[in-house]
């Protein structure tokens, strides 16, 4: 297993009227994260807030090209974008549990915080296809270059992990510096994460590492 300090490119917020950042997903322009009762879209050039959609937003985040998914309590909800409308909604698996939320290869990916799990879960319906299992509490979820990434915040303790999707075991770590939390994940599909920072009330981008650039524990 591979161990180093993550590096942080870059931190964004606090932001006006934001006390709680949850979800986080990266649209190929903007990063929209969860902040509670608003999905907000951030300019990753500028830092700055560029638009919010009213809608509940309590935990993780995603987009899968078309639509963005949000976690509302105990339910998944696909919103349109450019109008801001609900246009579906799904059962959460974890039944109000549920943290990181990703899109990869036609399915979401949802993080259980206390259990420890990510699941693979059918869009249309919300079965679940798949459980991986973790052996710490599970925040934000990423797929990035058939890479599954997964966040974790236990105590003042909080890593960014890639993980074997078969077996679960952790393959590579991140370590954020003390105190500093990771609720939502997401990639921006090249060399950097975009990290939600729960009750800072920021995002922070963290270097993703280049492949035989990691030191082994």
């Not at 943290?99 to 679940?128: C, F, M």
């Not at 925040?139 to 679960?168: C, F, M, N, P, Y």
């Amino acid at each position: 297993m591979k161990r180093q300090a993550a590096e942080i490119v870059r931190e964004y917020g606090p932001f006006p009227g934001v006390e709680q950042v949850a979800g986080v997903t990266y649209d190929g322009r903007q990063v929209w994260f969860a902040s509670g009762d608003k999905l907000n879209a951030l300019d990753p050039a500028s830092g700055r807030t560029v638009r919010s959609i009213d809608v509940a937003a309590h935990a993780g985040t995603a987009f899968d090209g078309r639509h963005l998914f949000q976690i509302a309590e105990d339910r998944i909800q696909k919103i349109d974008p450019a109008t801001g409308s609900v246009l579906a909604t799904i059962p959460a698996p974890g039944a109000g549990g549920d943290s990181g939320l990703a899109w990869a290869e036609g399915s979401l990916w949802v993080g259980h915080h206390r259990d420890r799990k990510i699941r693979q879960v059918d869009p249309e319906t919300g079965a679940v296809l798949r459980t991986i299992e973790s052996n710490r509490f599970v925040t934000g979820v990423s797929w990035v270059d058939g890479e599954l990434w997964h966040g974790t915040w236990e105590g003042d303790k909080s890593e960014l992990r890639r993980i074997d999707a078969s077996t679960g075991e952790v393959l590579e770590e991140l370590e954020m510096p003390a105190g500093m939390g990771i609720s939502g994940l997401e990639s921006d599909g090249a060399d950097q994460f975009f990290c939600g920072g729960g009750n800072s009330g920021k995002v922070r981008a963290v270097r993703r590492p280049k492949r035989g650039a990691v030191t082994p524990a």
